[in-house]
């Protein structure tokens, strides 16, 4: 840690293997002792360009004199190269398990061979469930089509899509599962709206595709207005996806926060760094109830790695997110002004450098120079930054969650999903229909979500993936578990190769299982 109040070294930290304790490599003096005052962070200097902007910005951070020891802890393509398939040794978890903070550098995750994303490691592991992007126009300073835009990305973060489940079901369908529940929307809508309060926002809008994902994207939506409605103060408003997107994209300005889901904000989040004139300007936050992790928006860019030309931008506004998450709005305060007041003289990187506007094109180490002589300026014509303890009357208070389960849950059939070749879903159902089914019959065959039989018409379909809807032969029947699994044995001695079953649930009388097209 830095103290502003003390040049004395601390007493010497026995070190362990694979990390640092309480030394910053610093590219102009060596390592620099860190006496302990206030807070720990694990540091990750990560891949490609990692490393020479987490220098960058721990210079920053010392000459600020933030109040943080820091652990510096490998993660990333070496820990991959030793088949840790994750990208990411034990004896960093226990390291995370006592700090609780990590600033991270962009990492670099092999493309196949079963490597799974570090990034999408740690939000799950660590129940890092909200992902905070916020994008703000810096013009004219930073050439942008939208000098008004300032708007926070509420993501999502360990739910949907990034679940990362994933089949392959025949030799030509592959499948990836949605999975989102009422009370991971709960917690990431609610957080949305604590946010807009903290930080004197106005309005929070949601973005999903219930139109089509009733179900999944429906449960948000709805989850969305229930909360709204108790943050009367707050404004908020609904948009479906694509439409939402191509507004973002072109009247930003519209938008305050955005609370979304986790593929969806991955993509809104980038389209709103981008339009904000540089992806390389914006920083995230990975905030859990326990832990919290620290990143710049951006990859690893290993095809500019080592030649200095990297903007540590983004992981700058990175640790200003994480400072003021740990108390230290003082130094946030004085490290963004100082950072703005260099992006207002006109000192740039490559990224952003612009002959009409700027004043001097400068490399990696030099940004940071730059940005520590301006240590205790404010920008003229950006708006300086004034971050300040929240009161009382702020502090979020703590929500239980808990699943209710006082809803009457009936199971009245099964889709199975087989691997037939067959060129219509009518010559699939003669098939099964040649098999005794027990007290079930077959309702439905659909292919891609469209239902192809009963109907007149005979489509001929180039498809070897078929859903076969199983339901009571009586309306009220009761079915179980026993009449599917008799279904199956039948199916199996038919030799129809089945590769997946969904059970069909009511609950509350209200069906928990979509339609297929035209069904």
């Known amino acids: 840690m830095w103290g502003r109040d003390s040049d004395n070294p601390p007493e010497e930290v026995p070190l362990r293997q694979g990390i640092m304790n309480g030394a910053i490599p610093n590219s102009r003096d060596g390592d620099i002792e860190i006496p302990l005052v206030a807070g720990n962070a694990e540091v990750a200097y990560g891949d490609g360009i990692g490393p020479e902007i987490m220098q960058a910005v721990l210079y920053i951070l010392k000459e600020a004199s933030a109040r943080i020891r820091i652990e510096i802890v490998e993660v990333g393509e070496k820990l991959y190269q030793k088949y840790y398939s994750s990208g990411i040794a034990q004896d960093t978890w226990q390291s995370l398990a006592r700090t609780k903070i990590l600033l991270k550098a962009p990492i670099t995750t092999p493309l196949g061979g079963g490597y799974k994303s570090l990034n999408v490691t740690l939000r799950k592991a660590l129940s890092l469930y909200a992902n905070i992007r916020p994008a703000i126009s ?8 939208h000098p008004n835009l300032n708007v926070v990305i509420v993501r999502e973060n360990v739910e949907g899509l990034y679940a990362g489940i994933e089949y392959r ?6 499948e990836s599962l949605k999975l989102i529940s009422r009370v991971g929307s709960e917690r990431i809508i609610r957080y949305a709206f604590e946010y807009a309060i903290k930080n004197n926002r106005k309005k929070v809008t949601c973005f999903s595709k219930d139109n089509i994902m009733k179900l999944s994207d429906g449960i948000f939506h709805k989850v969305f207005e229930e909360i709204a409605s108790k943050y009367k103060q707050i404004q908020s408003d609904y948009y479906l996806i694509d439409i939402g997107t191509a507004r973002l994209a072109t009247q930003p300005e519209l938008f305050d926060i955005i609370v979304t889901s986790n593929l969806y904000g991955d993509i809104i989040s980038d389209v709103s760094a981008e339009i904000s004139g540089s992806v390389g300007l914006a920083g995230s936050a990975n905030i859990g109830q ?3 992790l620290f990143e710049a928006v951006h990859g690893s860019a290993p095809d500019i790695a080592g030649r200095n030309l990297a903007n540590p931008s983004g992981l700058l506004n990175a640790a200003i997110m994480m400072l003021v998450h740990i108390g230290q709005q003082d130094i946030a305060t004085l490290i963004e002004n100082a950072w703005k007041k260099t992006i207002e003289d006109g000192v740039h990187t490559g990224d952003i450098y612009n002959d009409k506007i700027s004043s001097k094109k400068v490399g990696t180490k030099e940004f940071a120079d730059e940005v520590v002589k301006r240590l205790g300026t404010e920008p003229s014509t950006l708006k300086a930054a004034i971050y300040s303890s929240p009161n009382a009357q702020q502090q979020t208070i703590e929500h239980i969650y808990s699943i209710n389960n006082k809803e009457v849950k009936e199971l009245v059939g099964s889709d199975i999903f087989i691997q037939m070749v067959a060129l219509t879903a009518h010559e699939v159902a003669e098939k099964i229909q040649t098999i005794s089914l027990g007290d079930l019959e077959l309702k439905t065959v659909s292919s891609m979500g469209l239902k192809l039989w009963p109907r007149d018409e005979r489509f001929e379909l180039l498809s070897d ?4 809807r199983f339901m009571a032969k009586k309306d009220g029947e009761r079915i179980t578990h026993l009449s ?5 044995e039948s199916l199996s001695k038919a030799e129809i190769d089945f590769i997946k079953i969904e059970n ?3 609950f509350d009388k209200k069906a928990g299982y ?4 035209g069904e």
């Open 138 to 145: 810096y013009a004219p300073f930073v050439r942008t089509l």
């Open 169 to 174: 079901q025949t030799h030509n369908v592959y």
């Open 290 to 292: 326990n832990y919290a």
């Open 465 to 468: 993936h078929w859903c076969c």
């Open 484 to 488: 599917i699994a008799h279904l199956l």
């Open 504 to 506: 069909l649930f009511e």
């Open 514 to 517: 979509s339609l297929a097209q």
